[in-house]
């Protein structure tokens, strides 16, 4: 009798004993992952949607539209202190326009936005349990199993309901929502620095080498735009430089072109 007591006991010791040892090895794995989630942090490119995009469009529309407002002026045989007053004035009107327009748009696109989060938030209070299943087929449709999609889409929305439905519904996050100021104002200033660039060949270049001078350091600055672009956006370089290039080009030598035959006709 005591024999078999003692090996039950030596059992149970020994159970207890391996039970211990896989809760710290268990815990140790965990806490090995938080360690190496640490040393690993993520940054994702999609986070500077918002304004590289804002970014991108100012400068290069600065740059192409000003480059092609000079050398048209330019090639319409006026002088310099003219292509430098259009120059100027291409700019502040540029800039001015390019913050309107994006903030217009912008707030356009947040309103759209703000509108939806509100029928959101009324369809939570109304009919909670239709909406919790529409969140489930939502993950279902993901390939999520159903049960798990149920129990997903239940602790979800018990924590933050309209966070969730406006994040996998309607698909509004914090990186995507509309920001209305910051791209008037990304816009406005990127505008700005791009048209000084061929506003400053004006004043270096002189007036008998303003059109080809002008076209060809505005090309250069359009290949820099596009390098720096598709650099900050983790995109191809040589094609976002290519594409820039190519219709700036064109844009110039159209506008080139209408002045020539403008200049030539007065």
């Known amino acids: 009798m005591q024999t078999g007591a003692v090996r039950r006991k030596e059992f149970v010791r020994r159970q207890n004993s391996a039970f211990t040892s896989t809760k710290v090895e268990a815990k140790e794995v965990r806490e090995e992952l938080v360690t190496r989630l640490h040393l690993h942090p993520e940054s994702h490119l999609v986070s500077r949607i918002g304004w590289l995009r804002a970014a991108v469009l100012g400068a290069n529309d600065g740059i192409v539209s000003t480059a092609s407002l000079i050398v048209g002026v330019a090639a319409a045989s006026a002088a310099t202190s003219d292509v430098l007053i259009a120059g ?64 997903v889409a239940r602790q979800l929305m018990a924590k933050d309901p309209l966070g969730a439905h406006a994040r996998d519904e309607l698909g509004i996050s914090e990186v995507t929502t509309a920001r209305p100021i910051q791209a008037a104002l990304t816009s406005a200033a990127t505008f700005a620095v791009g048209a000084a660039m061929p506003l400053a060949m004006v004043l270096l270049m002189p007036r008998s080498a303003l059109v080809g001078g002008v076209s060809i350091a505005s090309l250069v600055f359009l290949a820099f735009l596009g390098a720096i672009g598709a650099r900050a956006g983790g995109a191809n370089v040589g094609r976002a430089t290519l594409r820039v290039t190519f219709w700036g080009a064109l844009a110039m030598a159209l506008t080139a072109g209408i002045g020539a035959i403008f200049g030539t006709v007065v």
């Open 88 to 151: 100027i004035a291409g700019l502040v009107a540029g800039a001015m326009s390019m913050a309107a327009g994006e903030y217009v748009s912008v707030s356009s696109q947040s309103d759209t936005e703000q509108a939806d989060l509100t029928r959101e938030r009324a369809e939570l209070a109304s009919q909670p349990d239709f909406e919790r299943e529409e969140l489930t087929r939502i993950y279902m449709a993901r390939g999520v199993d159903a049960e798990l999609a149920r129990q």
